[in-house]
């Protein structure tokens, strides 16, 4: 495996089930981010880990929790979501602490809440 | 008003066309500038990275900055069919953990 792979791939869920999307980095990166997608949107920014530690939270409403047992893995747990939250989740990971590299991206999970 | 605003398109040209792509800004502390590419069931992929003003090219791709008016441009020369996906401007400060804000992505189709 190469670069950010994330699975699922799609995932559908009713509003009062758990599940987990799981993003893995093959890049030897050591910042990882989540971020959603939604139609027409610009991509929104949700969690930052940089160095395993959680850097940034963007007003996410706690349905959404985050994981990064390591550099290379990172989970975004799921329960109790909303319609509103189906979306694009997108995983990306970078070198961290220099502002001037890019982020890569897995590519995605396709969430439809019911 | 937005931080980075971007014309979502749809965009439609004949193959073999030159596309212009744009984005502004309102942050003057923005300092590098990127392009994404992003097909269809796909996470974006990195296309174009700069960091001053002016010019930078590579193979078919032009990118532009214009700092001075807050302005990025994306210039796609013989456009092709596999050019069809939606391109995403995205720019960040200088350090830190590379907090990149993005465009809303303008979708682009080349048609044969």
């Known amino acids: 495996e190469t670069g950010v792979t994330q699975t699922p791939r799609h995932l559908v869920m009713g509003m009062t089930n758990k599940k987990s999307l799981k993003c893995e980095q093959h890049?030897?990166?050591?910042?990882m981010y989540w971020y959603k997608q939604s139609a027409k949107k610009p991509l929104e920014l949700m969690f930052v880990y940089s160095l395993e530690e959680r850097v940034e939270n963007n007003s996410v409403p706690s349905r959404f929790s985050p994981e990064c047992p390591n550099s290379s893995h990172l989970f975004l747990h799921l329960h109790t979501l909303q319609p509103e939250d189906s979306a694009l989740y997108l995983c990306?990971?970078?070198?961290?602490?220099?502002?001037?590299?890019?982020?890569?991206f897995g590519p995605g999970t396709r969430l439809t809440v019911l | 008003q937005k931080e980075v605003e971007q014309d979502p398109g749809p965009l439609s040209v004949p193959e073999g066309a030159i596309v212009s792509l744009n984005c502004t800004y309102s942050?003057?502390?923005?300092?590098?500038f990127m392009w994404y590419r992003q097909y269809s069931r796909k996470g974006p992929e990195l296309l174009m990275y700069t960091y001053s003003s002016g010019n930078k090219e590579d193979g078919r791709f032009t990118a532009q900055v214009d700092k001075s008016s807050k302005y990025i441009s994306l210039f796609i020369r013989d456009s092709q069919p596999s050019d069809s996906a939606t391109y995403l401007c995205a720019m960040s400060l200088l350090g830190g953990y590379n907090k990149l804000i993005f465009g809303a992505g303008t979708r682009l189709a080349v048609h044969p």
């Open positions: 990306a990971s970078s070198v961290a602490g220099r502002g001037t590299d890019t982020q890569y």
């Open positions: 942050n003057s502390a923005f300092q590098y």
């Open positions: 890049l030897g990166h050591n910042a």
